[in-house]
């Protein structure tokens, strides 16, 4: 299921306010991201049918590196692999990422960390705490 929570008007706010030009590629990319309801690699985000402009692969790696900078997209998987890319939510979504074929997938769980996120914030003093779960193991596909 696509982004409910998140919209292409108030993202592209959100960049413009991050210093980041409203491009066409801009928009595509971000549109693209919008639409899917798995995290994406940059080839795919490059070859998606609703890329609406024609973008070259070193025009998404730019684009979606300088929205990984802002914290508008986070970065998933194995840095040895094709990294995976998704728009950042308000709730925070935790993944299931294979470790032979680099497959990620969004685990449909309440996340067990979330009381200890609040906990930390509280006893550190940090402000905008975050945190990313990634459970690595071996898909159904590899398993044969």
């Given at each position: 299921m696509p982004h409910?929570?998140?919209?292409?008007?108030?993202?592209?706010?959100?960049?413009?306010?991050?210093?980041?030009?409203?491009?066409?590629?801009?928009?595509a990319c971000l549109k693209v991201l919008l639409s899917s309801d798995q995290p994406l690699t940059l080839q795919e985000i490059g070859a998606s049918p609703d890329l609406e402009v024609e973008c070259d692969p070193a025009t998404v790696y730019r684009l979606v590196t300088r929205l990984e900078e802002r914290r508008i997209v986070r970065r998933i998987g194995f840095h040895s692999r094709a990294a995976h890319y998704c728009l950042r939510e308000s709730a925070h979504q935790d993944y299931l990422i294979c470790r032979e074929c680099g497959a990620v997938e969004v685990l449909d769980?309440?996340?067990?960390?979330?009381?200890?996120?609040?906990?930390?914030?509280?006893e550190s003093g940090f402000r905008d705490l975050d945190h990313e779960l990634e459970f690595y193991g071996q898909c159904l596909?590899?398993?044969g």
């Open positions: 409910s929570s998140l919209n292409l008007e108030s993202l592209l706010e959100e960049c413009a306010k991050s210093g980041l030009r409203r491009t066409s590629a801009l928009r769980i309440a996340c067990p960390v979330e009381h200890l996120e609040k906990q930390i914030a509280s596909t590899c398993q």
